[in-house]
């Protein structure tokens, strides 16, 4: 049961280019969407959130887009630096359930110097 | 900068043992959360706490596993019985709006 899909397992980008991370969600129910940065043996990071009352959410070099009709959701990182490189997770939640979040499978972005 | 700190960092244990995992929630959350990830798979949602009780908790929190908050700061995790497919990396993680801050995790390790 996928209600949160990262299809995309990896992405490599260049330094100073854009990386963009997709999610996909299939629970209608879900109202409010984090993205989490995860390096390897530390726990996940947030960084950025989105409800679903907004289309996007920006904070420094990242921002987040929510489609509604289209149940998806991307992350922009512009310009990537190398520390960006890490296991991300788009993760979502309903408003009413205890706030437990359901995330996504990961993808691992590895900017390029 | 607050965060939530799990001990230990790894946990080596036989089949059929208890293990308690610990985790110091940053002090003025109030929601507390157990999840999991097994090596090269999802983070996967076990249990949520709020207000001294279980809120919500998935299918693969069964009888074997239980969460206390002894005191003001703590919050563990037990697993009575471990079995081999319970190895996994176990993450605490708080909450006060929605926004969930994880530690480091405990590696499980059951052989």
């Known amino acids: 049961d996928q209600q949160v899909k990262q299809n995309s397992p990896s992405l490599s980008v260049q330094e100073g280019r854009i990386s963009i991370l997709n999610c996909d969600y299939t629970n209608s129910m879900f109202d409010y969407f984090l993205w989490y940065k995860k390096y390897p043996a530390e726990g996940p990071t947030f960084l950025i959130s989105i409800s679903s009352i907004k289309d996007k959410n920006e904070d420094g070099r990242f921002t987040v887009f929510l489609n509604k009709s289209a149940k998806h959701l991307s992350l922009h990182i512009v310009p990537s630096q190398p520390g960006d490189s890490a296991v991300y997770f788009c993760?979502?939640?309903?408003?009413?359930?205890?706030?437990?979040?359901?995330f996504g499978s990961g993808t691992q972005l590895t900017v390029l110097p | 900068e607050p965060e939530v700190t799990q001990t230990p960092s790894h946990q080596v244990t036989q089949m059929g043992q208890e293990v308690i995992l610990r985790c110091v929630p940053i002090s003025n959350h109030l929601y507390f959360y157990w999840y999991r990830q097994i090596l090269g798979q999802k983070v996967e949602f076990l249990v949520s706490?709020?207000?001294?009780?279980?809120?919500?908790k998935s299918e693969i929190f069964d009888d074997q596993f239980s969460v206390e908050r002894p005191d003001g700061s703590n919050f563990t995790l037990k697993i009575r019985s471990t079995k081999l497919e319970d190895s996994a990396m176990y993450f605490c993680?708080?909450?006060?709006?929605?926004?969930?801050?994880f530690g480091s995790g405990t590696q499980l390790s059951v052989l």
């Open positions: 993760a979502a939640k309903e408003s009413g359930s205890a706030r437990q979040l359901t």
């Open positions: 706490f709020y207000n001294n009780e279980i809120s919500e």
């Open positions: 993680a708080s909450s006060l709006d929605g926004k969930l801050f």
